[in-house]
């Protein structure tokens, strides 16, 4: 195996004494001084958040109040840290969701092992999880972490439908049906 030497060219007498880089560095601090100040004070003023912002997930609702989820469970099976938990149930019959077979009955998200990575907004098939801009999660205990789906819907609110899907396939049902 062939070795090959590599010259290196000798440091002069200020790369010696490591000077140019101090200067290098002082020079950096006193810009830093005299430069303003970028200190937000952060309860007061809240910094902007830029677009695709992925906050804490929430579960909305849709535009007549009802619950979107169906607890398909898509988002627990996907959730890479298994934040999600999710406890399906039955519909009472007459809800007027004559669509959906089973609810959650119970939808919890640990914030302390979510990592905010978007794969549950991104799976799931009803648009009922959403990850808002809000950023600041804070409690005393780890179960107040535990975030219930009480709690989820009272952070998502009620966003629009982008494809009314359900009221789509019912027109279409409602189409079919009045044709002999």
């Known amino acids: 195996m062939a070795v090959i030497h590599v010259k290196r060219k000798p440091l002069t007498l200020a790369e010696r004494t490591y000077l140019p880089q101090l200067f290098g560095g002082l020079m950096t601090t006193l810009r830093h001084l005299v430069r303003p100040a970028e200190t937000m004070e952060y309860p007061e003023q809240r910094p902007s958040i830029p677009p695709g912002y992925r906050g804490v997930p929430t579960l909305v609702k ?6 979107k989820c169906v607890s398909c469970q898509l988002c627990e099976f996907v959730c890479p840290p298994k934040a999600i938990r999710i406890t399906p149930g039955s519909i009472a019959a007459g809800a007027g969701t ?17 990592i905010y990575c978007g794969l549950c907004e991104e799976v799931c098939p009803e648009e009922a999880i959403f990850l808002q801009n809000q950023y600041s ?6 179960a107040e972490m535990v975030t219930h ?8 609110g009620t966003l629009p439908d982008k494809h009314f899907k359900w009221e789509v396939k019912k027109a279409a049902e409602e189409g079919a049906g009045g044709h002999p």
Do not use: T
């Open 98 to 114: 004559e669509n959906v077979e089973k609810a959650p009955q119970a939808f919890d998200i640990d914030m302390l092992r979510c």
């Open 149 to 156: 789906k009480d709690r989820l819907y009272e952070l998502g």
């Open 62 to 67: 849709d535009p007549h109040g009802r619950e």
């Open 137 to 142: 999660m804070s409690g005393y205990s780890r």
